[in-house]
């Protein structure tokens, strides 16, 4: 039986496609180019300007950043809008499709977290920070605690609640919230991933604590990371 030959969508392929039917290249095909993966990761936690963008993602050119968000805008992972008066910025904002890539990341997340050549001490943004308690929460650990744990990150707040072994994370006000912590992404993660004492950040002024605090020494162990592999010398 022949296959009938399907259209090509204009504007949505990279001069360096694969030529390949298989739908991981032509996942390749989306969202291969270089800084594509990591705007959609800044993305995960909602829309933002291209100036947030720019901010979030160190090293990428305005020129890049431009180039990416068309091409993801044509492949339809993201569109652009309008934010209503008095805002009346222009923002970009994953669709829902865009949205259902979000275990690409913690599969990846959970895999290159096993590199002994990670290097936890490079830049961590918000949504990274975010995007990790949610691919590295232990369901067992977690199970039965019922939370909910706020973040004050610079001028961003988020709420997190903790429930039947599972974590959500949204942008929120934080009334109502059992603890908060405010602090900057790499703070909080040197806490929760790398065994910093809560004491001794808050005593240096990287970190607040507001609320629970047997919470927020329960919370900071609800996140270990898989071992490092073996690679042979």
């Known amino acids: 039986m022949k296959l009938e030959k399907i259209t090509q969508l204009p504007n949505t392929r990279s001069k360096r496609h694969y ?20 705007v959609i990761r800044e993305l995960m936690m909602g829309p933002k300007r291209f100036s947030d963008l720019r901010e979030s993602l160190p090293g990428i ?19 652009r809008r309008k934010l209503p008066p008095p805002a009346s ?11 259902e890539s979000e275990p690409i990341f913690q599969a990846l997340g959970r895999w290159a ?8 001490t490079l830049p ?10 949610r691919t ?31 974590i959500e994370i949204s942008r ?3 009334q109502g919230a059992d603890l908060i912590l405010t602090g900057t992404p790499p703070v909080l993660a040197g806490a929760i991933y790398g065994g ?17 605090r047997a919470l927020a020494r329960h919370f900071i162990g609800l996140f270990p990371l898989p071992p490092k592999a073996s690679i042979p010398a």
Not at 19 to 38: I, P, Y
Not at 89 to 99: A, D, I, M, R
Not at 124 to 133: C, G, I, N, Y
Request: net charge negative; with cysteine; aromatic share 6%.
């Open 19 to 38: 030529e390949d039917a298989c739908a991981a290249a032509h996942a390749l095909d989306l969202v291969g180019e270089r800084w594509a993966l990591l």
């Open 61 to 79: 050119s305005a020129n890049v950043l431009t180039q990416r968000l068309e091409g993801l805008e044509a492949a339809g992972v993201l569109v």
């Open 89 to 99: 910025t222009q923002v970009y904002e994953l669709t829902e499709w865009g949205y």
């Open 113 to 120: 977290a096993r590199s002994p050549r990670h290097d936890p």
């Open 124 to 133: 961590f943004s918000t949504a990274s920070f975010l995007l990790s308690l």
């Open 136 to 166: 590295m929460l232990d369901s067992k650990r977690a199970e039965g605690l019922e939370a909910r744990v706020g973040f004050r990150l610079g001028e961003e707040t988020f709420l997190a609640q903790l429930a039947g072994g599972r």
């Open 172 to 174: 929120s006000a934080l």
């Open 196 to 212: 910093q004492p809560l004491e001794a950040l808050e005593k240096a002024g990287a970190l607040q604590i507001e609320g629970d």
